[in-house]
């Protein structure tokens, strides 16, 4: 069965903190890892990685995968309280027909104190 | 440019009931994804849509059923509601299929089943 694992489920840091938040995974034809915030209702996307070692990054934000691990990290730094969300790990894979659907972990609840 | 678009936002049914979500997607996108996200956990996969066919479908019994329009618009249908189907139903839409491009995530339909 295909698994999402993320860590830690719940974290607390204080403003201008640095957090890293991982997702590891076993699943059978891997395609793509996408990080996604969920604050109250709709997960929105952040990056979306295919190759290992490269590392994408948006602001203060920045993730990578490691495909022979099977992980990947999502970074933060100088954390603001408007981080504070549910960030989300998903896997998609290569299925027949080429259909897409995303493999979900629980999430990182994530809080940032002033 | 409209995001994609989830009605309505919330939802309160009684058990045996049956219910209609409907989504429209972002403009541009052909493909809907539908996944249902329990209080505390991630999304799961029900099944996606592309060219008004059903691509795949999860681990969601036959009480979950769906349908695409021409104009790319779903509709999620559950039948004989359970109370374990209280949820938010989350629409998802991404543009052509296997294209491993994002999916980009409506704000979600809150069901309640009473």
């Known amino acids: 069965e295909d698994k999402v694992v993320q860590s830690p489920l719940s974290l607390v840091v204080h403003e201008g903190d640095t957090v890293t938040l991982n997702c590891s995974y076993e699943?059978?034809?891997?395609?793509?890892l996408l990080w996604y915030k969920q604050e109250k209702k709709a997960p929105t996307f952040l990056f979306m990685l295919?190759?290992?070692?490269i590392e994408k990054k948006s602001g203060r934000l920045s993730s990578i995968l490691d495909k022979k691990e099977l992980f990947s990290i999502l970074n933060i730094t100088a954390t603001q309280t408007g981080d504070s969300a549910v960030y989300l790990c998903?896997?998609?894979?290569?299925?027949?027909?080429?259909?897409?659907?995303?493999?979900f972990g629980k999430g990182t609840h994530l809080i940032i104190q002033p | 440019d409209a995001g994609v678009t989830q009605s309505p936002t919330h939802l309160i049914k009684t058990r045996g009931q049956q219910v209609t979500l409907r989504c429209s997607p972002k403009?541009?996108?052909?493909?809907v994804s539908w996944y249902q996200q329990a209080l505390g956990q991630g999304p799961q996969f029900i099944f996606q849509?592309?060219?008004?066919?059903?691509?795949q479908r999860g681990n969601f019994p036959d009480r979950f059923s769906g349908h695409q329009f021409p104009n790319y618009s779903s509709e999620l249908n559950v039948n004989a509601l359970l109370l374990g189907d209280s949820a938010l139903y989350l629409c998802?839409?991404?543009?052509?299929?296997?294209?491993?491009?994002?999916?980009?995530f409506g704000q979600g339909t809150r069901l309640t089943v009473v």
């Open positions: 998802a839409s991404s543009l052509g299929l296997g294209q491993n491009t994002e999916a980009f």
């Open positions: 699943v059978t034809n891997f395609r793509s």
């Open positions: 295919t190759s290992s070692g």
């Open positions: 998903a896997v998609g894979l290569y299925s027949g027909g080429g259909a897409d659907g995303l493999t």
């Open positions: 403009s541009g996108h052909d493909t």
């Open positions: 849509y592309y060219e008004e066919e059903e691509r």
